[in-house]
């Protein structure tokens, strides 16, 4: 099979520091510690792009948000193995294949998230909400388009709901009231989500 290579556009710069979702024993794990410690530090960080990509980003800062991509190095080799997890690093949850979840751990470990972008100075981008940490490389940014990235009446996996309630619990436990933090809006209040999904009626 042909092989492609991919070159970073820059990184990360963020004081979080390690992984809450970890590779253990043929699965991920959720490290609640480093949750606890790490998690308010998701509200800002910067991308730092390359030189040679600054002129990539003329005209981002007409946009609220962008979604960045993102190759999360830290998977070790015998973690891209993996085919099915316990979503969110939960042994509750059940295992679920790779690629009908957000998991780090994938054959190729690129992840996306879509932040607020609170200004640019220069080649570096200050920006709200990125689950990336410290040095990671970024791959790609892009403008987030509520027409095409936002669509409505989604269905989520009744799972999902499960999986964001129980997030949820541990922001609440973990006393993090701060409204900007991880998870703690309720998923079903979301315009985008189907009010008709089976889930409401419970």
Request: proline residues 7%.
């Amino acid at each position: 099979m042909k092989e492609y290579t991919i070159k970073p556009i820059g990184f990360v710069k963020s004081t979080m520091n390690e992984a809450i979702l970890k590779y253990s024993n043929k699965d991920i794990k959720l490290d609640l510690q480093t949750t606890e410690n790490q998690v308010r530090d998701l509200k800002t960080s910067q991308i730092v792009i390359n030189e040679e990509y600054i002129d990539c980003l003329d005209g981002i800062e007409d946009f609220s948000h962008i979604i960045v991509i993102f190759w999360t190095n830290g998977v070790p080799d015998e973690a891209r193995q993996i085919k099915r997890v316990h979503p969110g690093g939960l042994m509750e949850m059940p295992l679920k294949g790779i690629f009908a979840t957000r998991s780090p751990v994938r054959p190729n470990p690129i992840c996306k998230t879509t932040v607020r972008l609170l200004y640019k100075n220069a080649a570096i981008l200050v920006v709200e909400g990125l689950d990336a940490i410290n040095d990671t490389p970024v791959i790609d940014i892009k403008p987030h388009l509520p027409f095409s990235d936002s669509p409505l009446n989604v269905k989520l996996a009744d799972w999902m709901y499960v999986l964001m309630d129980r997030f949820k619990n541990m922001r609440n436990d973990a006393k993090l009231s701060d409204p900007t933090t991880f998870n703690n809006s309720d998923i079903r209040t979301h315009p985008c989500i189907d009010a008709n999904h089976p889930e409401f009626e419970n």
